[in-house]
């Protein structure tokens, strides 16, 4: 084989879902997370689950596969997405991805089966820029959880959020790069990419990209409030004694900025 169809073979192996899997996701860690968080509240174990914004639905693959019995729904508005999911991380399950259910719609529109809890995962939600969208959004989700059902949204903010910066990290034989190009003040409004540096020298620049409005944690409070739920509890990361985050978090009502955190804001119907 010639030296350029070698350097194309290596390309076609390269699939970016595959990388933001390994880069960004941790399916037993958030689901261990929303075991605890359910449990605290609810005093019982979450069987059915809804997952927005699923992207490959790789949550929900690791969600039936946990525990016998357990169901997932899982929406997204891009199909190919969820087709590559259901090939790459459904299919391999055989017949447990039977409890899976792909959903391809606005998250908006979704309103059932109702579910034990609910997810938005990786900030996603962000992608609804106006307050009325969001609204929306939760409004269809109080609707979809069940008489003691709970929703978990993932979000980000601190110093740096808000700041044009690039941040590299090594995961596995590859470089992940989360580059945030602009944030306006005025409107919350950010643009972020996602890079990949591979071991052969090349860069995949841009392999997603990412218009959000960065919602505060209390304009989500008051969103949640606002559409039913009946308390809102935030979970925030703790830290070591460098300043890194543990991969713990626990219920608070007050904490002092950081450059960068990461919480769980938690709506209990």
Same mark, same amino acid.
């Given at each position: 084989?010639?030296q +350029?169809?070698?350097r194309k073979?290596?390309q ?15 399916p037993t860690?958030?689901?261990? =997370?929303?075991e605890?968080?359910? @449990?605290e509240?609810r005093?019982? &174990?979450?069987m /059915?689950?809804r997952?927005?914004?699923?992207g &490959?639905? =790789? ?11 357990r169901? /997932? ?5 891009d199909?190919?997405t969820?087709?590559?999911g259901r ?6 399950l ?7 259910e792909l ?6 529109s979704? @309103?059932?089966p109702r579910?034990?809890l ?14 009325p ?9 109080f609707?979809?959880? +069940?008489?003691?059902?709970? =929703?978990?949204?993932?979000?980000y ?7 044009a910066?690039?941040?590299r990290r090594?995961?596995d034989?590859f470089?992940?790069? #989360? ?6 003040p005025?409107?919350?409004?950010t ?10 020298g090349?860069r995949?620049?841009r392999?997603?990209?990412?218009d959000w409005r960065l919602?505060?944690?209390p ?5 949640l &409030? ?5 308390d809102?509890?935030v979970? #925030?990361?703790?830290?070591d004694?460098?300043?890194?985050? &543990?991969g ?16 769980y804001?938690?709506g209990?119907?």
């Amino acid at each position: 084989m010639s030296q +350029r169809k070698r350097r194309k073979a290596r390309q076609v192996e390269v699939d970016r879902h595959l990388l933001y899997q390994a880069a960004v996701q941790a399916p037993t860690a958030d689901i261990e =997370l929303f075991e605890e968080i359910y @449990r605290e509240h609810r005093g019982a &174990t979450p069987m /059915a689950l809804r997952e927005d914004f699923c992207g &490959t639905a =790789l949550i929900s693959s690791h969600w039936v596969s946990s525990l016998k019995g357990r169901t /997932a729904l899982a929406v997204d508005l891009d199909q190919q997405t969820l087709e590559w999911g259901r090939k790459q991380n459904l299919e391999p399950l055989g017949r447990r991805a039977r409890h899976v259910e792909l959903v391809h719609a606005d998250v908006c529109s979704v @309103r059932g089966p109702r579910v034990d809890l609910a997810c938005a995962m990786n900030f996603s939600f962000c992608v609804l820029k106006e307050r009325p969208l969001l609204l929306a959004y939760l409004a269809a989700v109080f609707d979809g959880l +069940r008489e003691d059902g709970v =929703l978990i949204l993932e979000l980000y903010g601190g110093t740096e959020a808000i700041v044009a910066i690039e941040e590299r990290r090594e995961v596995d034989d590859f470089v992940y790069v #989360w580059e945030q190009e602009s944030f306006d003040p005025i409107t919350h409004e950010t643009i972020c990419h996602i890079h990949f540096e591979l071991p052969d020298g090349r860069r995949i620049r841009r392999a997603f990209t990412y218009d959000w409005r960065l919602w505060s944690i209390p304009e989500l409070r008051d969103a949640l &409030t606002e559409v039913g739920f009946s308390d809102v509890a935030v979970y #925030w990361e703790q830290v070591d004694e460098d300043g890194d985050g &543990t991969g713990e978090y626990r219920r608070t009502d007050r904490e002092e900025n950081q450059e960068g955190w990461l919480v769980y804001v938690v709506g209990l119907k």
